[in-house]
């Protein structure tokens, strides 16, 4: 089985929402799923329990630049756009500048 790109609608006939995230879950990918539902509150917790990268509740394929989009499992090489694919291009320093006078003893802050 590959990863299939789209945009593809798959339709699995299930008996409970317990019972459609266990088959999503099933699969060895994970980039993004969509969640439609008139409830929004089922769709938040459907969304919550669902193994992917990204979830998108009520809309599809919606990304802004700070938000990260990456997959898990088998879905992905880490993360895009947002803090998360900035970190490997940063260096990050601490500079730590004692306050003049220095203090005799301890932390002042």
């Given at each position: 089985?590959?990863?299939?790109f789209?945009p593809?609608?798959?339709?699995?006939p299930?008996?409970?929402?317990?019972?459609a995230?266990?088959?999503v879950?099933a699969?060895?990918?994970g980039?993004a799923?969509a969640?439609?539902?008139?409830?929004?509150?089922?769709a938040?917790?459907?969304?919550?329990?669902l193994?992917?990268?990204?979830?998108?509740?009520?809309a599809?394929?919606?990304?802004?630049?700070?938000?990260p989009f990456?997959?898990?499992?088998?879905?992905?090489?880490?993360?895009e756009?947002?803090?998360?694919g900035?970190a490997?291009?940063?260096?990050r320093?601490s500079?730590?500048?004692?306050?003049?006078?220095?203090?005799?003893?301890?932390?002042v802050?």
């Amino acid at each position: 089985r590959e990863e299939v790109f789209g945009p593809v609608l798959c339709a699995m006939p299930f008996e409970s929402d317990e019972d459609a995230i266990n088959l999503v879950n099933a699969s060895r990918f994970g980039l993004a799923h969509a969640v439609f539902s008139a409830d929004e509150a089922r769709a938040a917790k459907c969304a919550d329990a669902l193994d992917a990268g990204v979830v998108w509740v009520n809309a599809n394929q919606i990304l802004w630049p700070d938000t990260p989009f990456g997959g898990w499992k088998a879905s992905g090489f880490g993360f895009e756009q947002g803090a998360e694919g900035m970190a490997p291009f940063l260096r990050r320093k601490s500079v730590v500048v004692a306050p003049s006078p220095a203090p005799e003893r301890g932390y002042v802050a």
